[in-house]
């Protein structure tokens, strides 16, 4: 079918090639596709930095612990001795 001849179905001219409808199908799908594209989840990061700071509290924490038992028990071995 000439691309000047109107549609014998729909009654309408061509007004661009069938190469340049196929390659805006294929620019408009490609659009489509990266705007739903599934994001990463964000909070997985947040999770695991969460963890690690936590866990950086525990140890912390745990060091000032046994370093304070550590000075009292000293302080009253001395005491004794």
Known sequence: M????????????????????????RFVGQLVEF????????????????NAILLTGAVALAITVVGLVTTFVKGKLANLG
């Open 2 to 25: 000439d691309s000047h001849q109107p549609n014998p179905r729909t009654g309408y001219r061509r007004m661009v090639s069938p190469g340049v409808t196929s390659l805006c199908n």
């Open 35 to 50: 705007h739903h594209r599934e994001r990463t989840d964000p909070r997985g990061l947040s999770q695991s930095t969460e």
